[in-house]
């Protein structure tokens, strides 16, 4: 069985088969991601203060982590949003263009059973929103209505860098320039 | 400022934000608004049947369908067309970049408005797909005139916008661009922002340069800056210069959010190559991508002085 990590709501990691967490947190990247209850997005930021490495995976975490420590420090959640699903799509596009597979993250809100797109909101209304792991989704020739559902695994990697990534794109100014 | 204006639409939700400040543009400066919409690649040249480029489905096309399509976008820009006096609608047929730019030329516009792409996609399949649709690539590639991306929401931005970033590379079409966001600052009366983001990571990944190295590029950068771009400016004195160091689409990002800029401003492409042959640089990709701001990308010396 793949080596697994658990992630803790205070940052921390810990790998009960893996003594060297706390020394070389790198290693544990291809390890299997297990999200301990309580964890939120905030639990996120907190394990890239606990282990400051993680933050050179992807070049838009420091300027996230920045955006973070101006947030509140609690009561950071919208009723619009339940909670954060992280999950994987692996689509077949046919047309146009050559037929391709691509496989990618996805860090969307979930609402009841629907899923809602999270971009409108700002880091700092999401940082207590707890966050899960959603299953595989399959979409055939490029149709999202015509998608099939797995159970499946993610490595840390995958999980900082598809987070830090779907973050990215939340850069709404904090205020419009209307009306100055 | 902008006396004709073309805006390419696909007439979908996804062309939303773009109608939004193609519409505005065209009101606020009295503009001729010319909105097209490019329907199916003609088969065999003269055939009764186009192509949908979208779903590969052949459709019969004439004047019915035509005034059909024509009826469509009229419907979807029902209320902005109200408002606009000076608004013409074409449909054509035939490959979208081809026809867009056909059009453009011919009509001598002065910016042509478009949205990213032309599907909605999840932010985490944009990492492995064109960022830009085929169109706004072709398109912003070969276009004489500049071309404003408009890929999130952005409310109102021209009507009242007051700070324009121009991302610096000191390239040919860097000094295009700068041109064109010098002039958009003078008739608006805004704050133009010269901001260049120095890569110092070089070709040997992690290896950076000491401080003493990165202040002296900086340093350099300033002094070019003043002899190439603050030199032109004439008795332009509402300006800034910063420079920062970084990765240039993050640095360039982070430095709009602090500017809370309307408008950014940058050269279609990061190296001096021929314009026909220069695909949209990644810098610019990835920065319409998550910009809160509409991006207009120059690429040629015409139409922007």
Redesign the interface.
Known sequence: MINTVCLEPDGILTAEDRGDAGAVPLRLLSSRVILTRDYTLRSFFRMLEAYPVFMELNAFLPELHRRYRECPAGECSPDAIDTLEFGKTIEMIGFPGNPQLEIYSVLQGVVGEKTVEIKPYDIGLLLDTPVTLGKLRHIIFGDPADSLEFDTVYTLFEFIDGIAWALSFHNAPEQCGIGR | MFKKILFATTASPTCDNAARVAFDLAVKYEAQLYVMHVYGIPTRGFGPFATD????ETDDYGRDYEAWVEEEIRTTYEKQLAKTKNCVVQTRVGVPHTEILRAARKLDVDLIVMGAHSREE????T???NVLGDTMQRVAQKARCPVLIIS?PC???F?????IVMGIDFTKASMSAFLFALKVAREVGCKLYLFHAADLSGVHVGKMPGQPTIEKEIEAARKKIEEMYVSQMGDFDNYEIDIWEG?PY?EI??YA?EK?A?LIVMAHHTRDIDPDEALLGSTVEQVV????APVASVNRPDKVA
Do not use: H, I, P, Q
């Not at chain 2, 991508?289 to 809160?292: E, G, K």
């Open positions: 480029v979208r779903t590969g999840e932010v985490g399949a990492r492995f797909r999130r409310a109102n931005c009507w009242y916008f007051s700070n990765v993050v990002l982070k959010r809370m309307d991508l998550r910009a809160a």
